[in-house]
């Protein structure tokens, strides 16, 4: 069964600053795909960035930046320019492409973020 | 506009009433998947279905059970809640290898 690891309960960022959340992952597959689910106090799931496995380029979504590092199981998200709206729990989530896991979508425990004006 | 509906929202119930929470997908998604999500543990696996009538179990079934009669809907059934069950509950949906899993809002439930 597959597992993903946020090691870090709660952060801290300066408004403005970069942060880097952490996300590891035990998997023996080769094909899967990889999330960052942003929740707010509202508690909606909201998708802030995906990795396909199958590709090598890490994904960017404006300020938002992953580091895939397949071999190590490895998937930190990177925020830039931290803005307060960015304030909120970061769930990491992996998704198998195989039958036998049922295509299951597994979760961390989730980090909770905290801007700082 | 693509959505996951789920009712209610809120609910206070005691222990012991049965009760539904619906979740409507209007996709034509064949994966649907009940999560509960508690503090400090993420979001676990209920049950989850791959079409009509294919429904599993996931990570935390005990006290619950849930129905695929229509590919639209994936109700979850608490036919005996207890206050271990106080929670807040989203469905999800998604093609069987989708790269996008659409939430629903969730549903605060809480057992007295």
């Known amino acids: 069964a597959q597992t993903v690891t946020q090691s870090q309960p709660e952060m801290s960022v300066q408004e403005a600053e970069t942060v880097t959340l952490s996300c590891t992952y035990d998997?023996?597959?080769?094909?899967?795909?990889l999330f960052w689910y942003k929740q707010p106090p509202s508690r909606q799931m909201i998708l802030v960035i995906r990795q396909e496995a199958y590709k090598q380029q890490n994904a960017t979504e404006n300020r938002f930046s992953v580091n895939f590092q397949k071999a190590a199981k490895s998937f930190s998200l990177k925020i830039s320019d931290s803005q307060l709206g960015d304030a909120a729990m970061y769930f990491c989530?992996?998704?198998?492409?195989?039958?036998?896991?049922?295509?299951?979508?597994?979760f961390g425990k989730g980090t909770l973020l905290t801007v700082n004006p | 506009e693509a959505q996951v509906t789920q009712n209610p929202r809120y609910l206070i119930t005691v222990t012991g009433k049965k009760l539904t929470v619906t979740c409507s997908q209007n996709m034509n998604h064949e994966y649907m998947s009940w999560y509960r999500q508690d503090p400090g543990l993420g979001l676990r696996q209920i049950y989850y279905?791959?079409?009509?009538?294919?429904?599993d179990k996931g990570d935390v079934p005990e006290g619950y059970k849930v129905s695929r009669k229509e590919k639209r809907n994936f109700p979850l059934i608490l036919e005996s809640p207890s206050p271990n069950q106080t929670s807040l509950y989203f469905c999800a949906s998604s093609l069987i290898q989708g790269n996008t899993i659409y939430f629903g809002e969730g549903s605060w439930l809480t057992v007295v």
């Open positions: 279905s791959m079409n009509v009538e294919v429904t």
């Open positions: 989530a992996y998704r198998s492409l195989s039958g036998g896991s049922n295509y299951k979508l597994t």
């Open positions: 998997t023996s597959e080769s094909d899967y795909y």
